[in-house]
């Protein structure tokens, strides 16, 4: 029982915790408000990537989501890593 309470303690804390939104950063297409462009043909819903050198100077990928009113939201980013071996 002395081992519940903790696990009990950090589960409530953790649950607490909420998702923070992703920012953009110089390169990416929302970076300076939405784009004067909208996308009319890609259904409401639908994801597409964006590939950029982030602001330490890595690739990263940041994945869009188009919204109802065809404004696109960010909502993920990664960082690229590299395999030298294979150039990619």
Excluded: N, W
């Excluded at 950029?52 to 696109?72: C, F, H, K, N, W």
């Amino acid at each position: 029982m002395k081992k519940f309470a903790p696990i009990t303690l950090v589960a409530i804390v953790l649950s607490a915790c909420t998702a923070t939104a992703v920012e953009p950063i110089p390169g990416s297409i929302t970076y300076r408000g939405q784009p004067q462009t909208r996308l009319t043909k890609a259904p409401v819903g639908s994801t597409f990537t964006h590939r950029l050198i982030d602001q330490y100077g890595r690739r990263a990928e940041e994945t869009y989501v188009i919204l109802p009113d065809r404004s696109v939201k960010l909502i993920r980013r990664r960082s690229i890593e590299f395999d030298l071996f294979r150039d990619r």
